[in-house]
């Protein structure tokens, strides 16, 4: 499965690199002084049936999102901030209501240019954390066919600090690598072995090494595509237990209000799971540039 997981992550990282998401974080060279954005979204979609020759099952979901970007550079100083949250739920007939979206992630980079003139190499500290707003279930997995509770809001969350060197060489790439700090934090104590703490522990800590990969570029009139990948290596552990999140999103404009996405992810991270986790979600909603 780890073979077919590597396969794939690279069969996908290179068609983003041929071709831009919310998650990638890249300050600019061109930029002077400060830079805001932020864009909310909302997407829902509805279906009811009686007596349709087809059938079809009733449905209701709803989900919205936010991203808030600051970015700003002086001389050979900048510094990037951004914070990510997705919820959505949707009602099912005969299911009742189930989570279908849920992120909380903010991420901070300061760099600092290596060379006076610039250059495509930069010193940088991330400090990064992310966790979900709401309950997670592995629904009708329990042996009575009911659901089973997999995770809460800091249950888990990580918070990473890494530093190191950074490769800018476009606006649009960049990659770095460095040794970073990991704190795995489980604030339910019978979720705890389920993440890799042991029982009565809350809070797991980890040293290692980091690498890092953003791409976000046009790829046809009015659609972006966005890649990041991240990595995390315990000094302590094998190599193939590195943790992965790969991220990809493209989002299409329709006019100045209406967009659509789709979105793909990839995680691995044995501590959860040794099978690979795959979440892909198409939306088409309204956004608003608010700031």
Known sequence: MKKAFITLFLFVFAISLQANAQDVLIVPDSLSGWSYNWVAGLNGSQASYSNWSQGGVNNIAISGNSTVTIKHRKKRFSYGFLLN??????????????????????????????????????????????????????????????????????????????????????????????????QTIVTDDSLVTRYGLEQGNNLLNEGGFTLGLSYEQSIASNFVLSSSVETFTNVNKPLSSTDVYFSNEVTGKVNDFINTSLRFDLAYDDDFSEEVQVMQILSLGVSFILI
Do not use: C, H, W
């Not at 250059?119 to 009708?140: H, M, P, V």
């Open 85 to 182: 949250t997705r919820y959505g739920r949707s009602k099912v007939e005969d299911q009742g209501v189930r989570k279908t979206s849920d992120n909380l992630s903010v991420t901070n980079r300061i760099l600092y240019d290596l060379l006076k003139k610039g250059g495509d190499y930069s010193a940088y500290l991330n400090i990064s954390f992310r966790t979900q707003f709401d309950k997670g279930y592995d629904y009708e997995a329990a042996p009575d066919g009911g659901d089973i509770l997999i995770s809460r809001f800091m249950a888990p969350a990580y918070f990473q600090q890494g530093a190191g060197i950074a490769y800018q060489p476009t606006d649009y790439f960049s990659a770095d690598a460095g040794l970073a700090l990991k």
